[in-house]
């Protein structure tokens, strides 16, 4: 059994992969830590009864009382790196989930990596379908370089746009480069009108009550567009990925970045 903490455990996110590692016959919850801890058994956040577990507060603590072997992190943009490196100083293998980690904060954990020999994953999207979306749509760029973006989250989401989206239009650039898009003399009567602006790509995130998760990537061409959508309808979409994740990230090799390099392995 691989023995794993959850880091946000009171979170939405948090709650769901509870509720899969403990369901899963070759993972172990052994604890969970989340900052708004009142110590809750962990039986109570997902309806399996009392299990002993009890919600820490400080990951630190957790760490040194339960021995994990990796830890997976769904919390907040502005604390995970943080996380990450307490993880991986004391021996645990982040599987990690937040976004907003930025191209500095991974050299970050690489070196992390290098230095403690402790591997690390991080996934800006655990859906299977997601990944799929992001991998045609870097296919479809070859053909298609005019694109832009639409993401659509639940209006309690911090960052704007979605890492799916981010590394969605990175790799399209890989494929078709910077190209400027729409009209050279376009005006922008509202700022923001034309979404942000990634290497070319239009970018636009829509927060309202009732999304989970969904992208749209729009591809224009002469006389046709191509749409490639991926819908999460509940956060259960993501819970196979973060599974396979926890399973596979002792045996990687330094620090994984995308769910797709354990799939094609
Ligand atoms: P949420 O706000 O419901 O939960 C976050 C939890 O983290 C809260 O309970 C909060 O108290 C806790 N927390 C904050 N700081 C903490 C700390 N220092 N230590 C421990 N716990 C702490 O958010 P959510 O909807 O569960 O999303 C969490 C993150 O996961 C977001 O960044 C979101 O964008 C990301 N996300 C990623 C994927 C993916 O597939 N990679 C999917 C969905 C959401």
Redesign the pocket.
């Given at each position: 059994m691989i023995r794993v903490i959850v880091?946000?455990?009171?979170?939405?996110?948090?709650r769901e992969v509870l509720k899969a590692i403990h369901n899963d016959t070759q993972l172990s919850i052994v604890g969970a830590?989340?900052?708004?801890s009142d110590f809750t058994d962990i039986g109570d956040l997902i309806g399996a009864g009392k299990t002993g577990i009890i919600v820490g507060?400080d990951?630190q603590t957790v760490i040194n009382e339960t021995k994990p072997q990796v830890m997976v992190d769904?919390?907040?943009?502005e604390?995970?790196l943080?996380?990450i490196r307490i993880a991986m100083k004391n021996g645990v293998c982040p599987v990690?989930?937040?976004?907003?980690l930025s191209d500095k904060d991974r050299e970050e954990i690489n070196d992390l990596c290098i230095q403690t020999k402790v591997n690390a994953l991080i996934?800006?999207?655990?859906?299977i379908g997601?990944i799929l979306m992001t991998k045609l749509s870097q296919d479809a760029a070859k053909y298609f370089p005019h694109v832009e973006i639409i993401e659509l989250h639940?209006d309690?989401?911090?960052?704007a746009p979605?890492?799916?989206a981010l590394h969605t239009a990175e790799l399209i650039a890989k494929n078709r480069g910077y190209l400027e898009q729409g009209h050279p003399a376009e005006v922008e009567k509202l700022p923001g009108a034309r979404g942000g602006n990634f290497s070319g790509i239009r970018m636009h995130s829509v927060r309202l009550p009732g999304y989970v998760?969904h992208q749209e990537v729009i591809f224009g061409g002469l006389g046709q567009t191509l749409t490639i959508r991926h819908d999460?309808i509940s956060?259960e979409s993501?819970m196979p990925?973060?599974v396979l994740a926890c399973k596979n990230v002792l045996s990687a090799n330094g620090l994984v970045y995308g769910l797709e390099k354990l799939l094609d392995k």
């Open positions: 880091c946000g455990a009171y979170g939405k996110m948090g830590v989340d900052v708004k507060n990951l769904f919390t907040r943009p604390v995970v943080n996380n990690v989930g937040t976004t907003g996934a800006p999207n655990f859906s997601a639940h309690q989401k911090l960052d979605s890492g799916t998760a999460s956060r993501f990925g973060v």
